[in-house]
């Protein structure tokens, strides 16, 4: 079965397996080896002390990963706009 549109798939139909992964984004508000430099430690002290007490993750540190199947149909729709934004009037 399509995990998009729902359409039954044969045995031996013709099928793609789609993987996603989401993980947090490096930022530049992390500390680095450099940082921690002798030279840079009074800066790296004052950014810390800017920090709050505790600040989650907006995604696990390691990530969601998820796998769908498609039929060739929805491959080909997800393949010209992955995020769905045509048609839906949703622009950036």
């Known amino acids: 079965m399509c995990d998009r549109c729902g ?20 930022s530049a508000r992390l500390i680095t080896d450099e940082d921690l430099d002798e030279e840079n430690l009074h800066q790296v002290a004052s950014f810390l002390e800017t920090l709050p007490d505790f600040q989650p993750a907006p995604v696990e540190p390691e990530g969601h ?12 729709r997800w393949r010209r706009d992955p995020l769905g ?3 839906s009037g949703s622009r950036r």
């Open 65 to 76: 990963h998820a796998a769908f199947i498609l039929c060739p149909s929805c491959c080909r």
């Open 7 to 26: 359409c039954h798939l044969d045995r031996g139909a013709l099928r793609y397996e789609m993987k996603v992964g989401v993980r947090l984004a490096p």
């Open 85 to 87: 934004l045509q048609g």
